[in-house]
């Protein structure tokens, strides 16, 4: 059985920076694309940012453009999320997911998950 487990979280400073990892046990991120997501206390879930392998597009919701970065490593199986310049409205627990589709040309908001599965996700806390 193929997963996605989160890692990298922790403790930051306002200002800091975090580089979380999504790593795939099997082939998931080679045919779909992944979205980052993340849950504040008392919040739903919002979408974050989405790589796709298909076609190279990724996307991020507006309050975190310029500061955050999704990429893949394709040796390593592996989807990160850079995450610089973080404020505490960036805290919250952050998932990774399989997404339908091919491309994240749709944005962050169309993004769909390819089953209702989440993983333990990574917590990260913004604080000084």
């Known amino acids: 059985q193929s997963q996605l487990v989160e890692s990298g979280g922790g403790l930051v400073q306002p200002g800091g920076s975090l580089r979380l990892s999504c790593a795939d046990s099997?082939?998931?991120?080679?045919?779909?694309?992944i979205g980052w997501f993340r849950q504040a206390p008392g919040k739903e879930r919002e979408g974050v940012s989405c790589?796709?392998?298909?076609?190279?597009?990724?996307a991020y919701i507006d309050s975190v453009k310029g500061r955050f970065t999704t990429s893949r490593d394709n040796a390593k199986n592996t989807v990160y999320l850079q995450m610089n310049s973080l404020n505490p409205g960036d805290a919250g627990v952050y998932y990774c997911?399989?997404?339908?589709?091919?491309?994240?040309?749709?944005?962050?908001?169309?993004?769909?998950?390819?089953?209702?599965?989440w993983g333990q996700g990574t917590q990260v806390t913004v604080s000084s």
């Open positions: 997911a399989a997404l339908r589709g091919r491309s994240c040309r749709g944005g962050v908001k169309s993004m769909k998950k390819v089953n209702d599965y």
């Open positions: 099997g082939f998931t991120s080679d045919y779909y694309p």
């Open positions: 790589f796709s392998p298909g076609d190279g597009s990724t």
